[in-house]
């Protein structure tokens, strides 16, 4: 694995040259590194208006695009998980990753025009390709290793992690009904409850905001509605 050496336009064109030539003519202007922790030394790009580019300029920044690289190499190997992004190239040597952009919307912008039942069964769908892909991704070295089954834990953290702006009961619902295993709704909302109050209190000493801008008030009512509507009285 041969990662950037700085994080440089140069740089970085030096390597579409190698793994996406008809890209490496486009502006790539090179965002700032976030500190100085290599942990963080790694970034995306807009390039050409429908690609992006996923580069890193640390060994262990390198490390996480490797495995995202391998990750959805060995997801979208047939049966594919549904709604992954299509990788147009990759590369390990140079360390790569391309994308193609499609056009999109914030969930948290149209949450209140959309079928939201529709949204839980897309992402039920994805989580039961997932669930029997495997959760572990492949490592850099080995691109394409047996995976083991997802745990019902990894389950429960993307449910509550997107259940912020669909149903968690209603993506249970489905991801049930596609996948016939059997979820716990006290373990998944103790884990939504965990992530939201997680959420609004780390965005809020950092003084940024909420990922839908409502108040951390607003939060916490949303969180009591969700837990009556369930019919479980914990914030209720």
Known sequence: MRWLAECSAEALRAALEVVAPELSTCDVPVPEPAGEDPQYHKSSLVVGDRFIVKFAWSRPAALQLGNEIGVLTTLSAEPAVPFLPEVVASSMDPLLLVTRRVPGTSLFDVVGSIDLDRAAGQLASFLTGWSRAGATGPTPCSPRPPLPRCSSTAICTVITRCGAATSCGATMRHYERLSGRKLSLERVMAWH????????????????????????????DDLAARFRALGMRHLG
């Open 193 to 220: 409850m965990r992530t939201a109050l997680g959420d609004v209190v780390w965005r809020t000493e950092a003084g940024i905001p909420l990922a839908d801008h409502r108040t951390p008030p607003d939060w916490i």
